[in-house]
């Protein structure tokens, strides 16, 4: 809908028998030094467990309590739900039958509706006209249904309306109307709606200015689950100045929410903010999971990085045919990468082999 948003990116496999199993884990993701890895934390000493066996401690309040374990727990009654508050409000037929799937269903009993002027009814057969479900798909008729339950107030169809007036394919183009109905929307509290007017005051207002105004349009859109929103709000927090403090902590909390959303952008971001130590602690191995989650799901960017992790040893153990087989997967999608291509031309020629034939075996997860 929008101009995409313009900010910088801060940019375990086990060893697949390379014969390097001793071969402790190492540190920078830049430069590329061999730093040592921190030592983790010395093992702890649990002792013997005694709640299990004869000695249990004395319950007479002169020792502390350790707690229930699982075996007195075994058995036990739960405790009872609370009781399921009654439903009091309009059964929507329509709008169950399109949830159980019978569109058709759906259809015959909103379009009545529809045609009296419910707004509800009137967006439910624009997503069945639009997406083509039990009907044949018309987009027009779509954009129709979706422009009257606009006028009358329902937030999902002014999103929906004010992108169809944005693209003017259905409708005559309407920049002025179709930004006035996205803040609508988006005050009425649609989460998409939030999140596209922001990209649209980024759009309007370069710079920093701009990136101010959206941040309270894509806080809201962010808590509301939309990972394109909590991904620009990571990189508000980090890279602008004069942010309260207290927001900028939660910086990597939204970055790691859209990456667990599946967002590869974000999960290529954390994965180098965790490894180099942006917003929060070092975490090699994190970083290194993230990456390869990232190249997994077909990032060429990550495929790359993820490559260095392992020629390096940051994060995991050094394996070279998975660095040269991500090596080879980035560099088919045009990523050309000088130190790693050296890097390639060194191994011998059973490693190279056994790299490219992961790599033609390789399959987007």
Known sequence: MAAALALPAHAQQQNAGTGDAGVEKRGRITPFNGAAMPEGAAATDKGDDKS????????????PSSGVNVFD??????????????????????????????????????LPRAQLGDPAAQTLIAEILQQGLGVVRDPKQAAFWYGQAAEKGDPAAMFKYALILMEGRYVKRDRKKSEELMKKAADLGNGSAQ????????????????????????????????????????????????????????????????ARAGYDTAQLDIAIWMIEGIAGDRNLEEGFGWMRRAAEGGNVVAQNRLSHLYVNAIGTRPNPVEAAKWYVL??????KDDALEDFYLGLNEEQQKQALSAANKYRRS
């Open 52 to 63: 299990a066996g004869g000695n249990k401690k004395p319950a007479d309040g002169t020792v």
């Open 73 to 110: 727990r075994m058995g036990a009654e739960l405790p009872a739900l609370p009781a399921e508050k009654p439903f009091t409000g309009k059964v929507d037929d329509a709008y169950g039958a399109f949830q159980r799937g019978y569109y058709l269903t759906a259809m015959d009993l909103a």
């Open 195 to 258: 999140f596209n007017y922001g990209q649209t005051l980024v759009a309007d207002n370069p710079g920093p200015k701009g990136l101010k105004l959206a941040m309270p349009y894509y806080e809201k859109s962010a808590e509301q689950g939309i990972a394109d929103a909590q991904y620009a709000l990571s990189q508000i927090l980090v890279n602008v100045d004069g942010i309260e403090e207290s927001k900028r902590a939660r910086a990597r909390e939204w970055l790691i929410r859209a």
């Open 330 to 335: 980035s560099r088919r999608a045009g990523l």
